[in-house]
């Protein structure tokens, strides 16, 4: 596995360089900024990009997110001495295929790294545990704040439902195909669906919707 270490500190980056190399991995290039490790990283288009996220000209998940943009084959694992929720979150959902702490041990270290050989994420125990929790507690969030929906969309949802067209729907409203996208966009967002279908069968739980659809 080729690996490019990204770190705005030499002596860390030198320190995983020399462990990677004795444990048989290929260590491309080291970086010591988010731009650099943008450029080298699509330049040497390494397997693995190993990326610092507190780093000067450019955060860690700002160069997470222009790699993954440009190259989603080259997998990018987060390396931080924190386990901020927020962070955390943000790296996973951005596409992240890891996040590992640098107070890790050097098997346990390893030890990602071979999960994500297995494509597994590359994460230790205890951040492993803390983003489920995370997970769960912002899915729980989610869940108890009861999304409102307007007049408009509760009617547009309903043909919806009922198997209608957006074509139809804008037909039988008197408005545009073009506005009944918009408002099954805002609904999508209000009820955190992926599609129509998803967004029906939610609003149906929660009651908003008077009817079975068709």
Same mark, same amino acid.
């Given at each position: ?7 705005d500190h030499s002596l860390v980056r030198d320190g995983?360089?020399?462990? +990677?190399? @004795?444990? !048989? =991995?290929?260590?491309?290039?080291? #970086? *010591? /900024? ?7 990283? %699509? ?50 959902? +951005?596409? @992240?295929? !890891? =996040?590992?702490?640098?107070?890790? #041990? *050097? /098997? ?7 999960? %994500? ?98």
């Amino acid at each position: 596995m080729r690996i490019l270490v990204v770190d705005d500190h030499s002596l860390v980056r030198d320190g995983i360089t020399s462990m +990677l190399e @004795a444990a !048989g =991995y290929t260590v491309v290039g080291q #970086s *010591g /900024d988010g731009e650099s490790a943008v450029s080298d990283a %699509l330049r040497h288009h390494p397997d693995v990009v190993l990326m610092d996220i507190a780093m000067p000209k450019m955060s860690g998940i700002e160069a997470l997110r222009l790699i993954r943009e440009a190259a989603p084959d080259i997998k990018v694992v987060i390396l931080t001495i924190s386990e901020d929720e927020n962070t955390l979150i943000d790296a996973i959902q +951005l596409g @992240a295929s !890891g =996040y590992m702490l640098k107070s890790s #041990s *050097g /098997d346990e270290f390893l030890r990602c790294l071979k999960s %994500l050989e297995d494509g597994e994420l590359a994460l230790n125990r205890s951040t492993a545990t803390h983003l489920i929790q995370s997970l769960m507690e912002v899915r729980s969030g989610v869940k108890d704040q009861r999304p409102t929906l307007t007049e408009r969309e509760c009617e547009i949802l309903q043909l919806v439902a009922d198997g209608y067209s957006n074509k139809v729907i804008g037909q039988r409203l008197s408005v545009s195909e073009n506005t009944v996208k918009y408002h099954i966009k805002k609904i999508l967002q209000k009820l955190n669906a992926q599609n129509r279908t998803e967004a029906v069968a939610y609003a149906m739980r929660l009651g908003l919707l008077d009817k079975d659809p068709a």
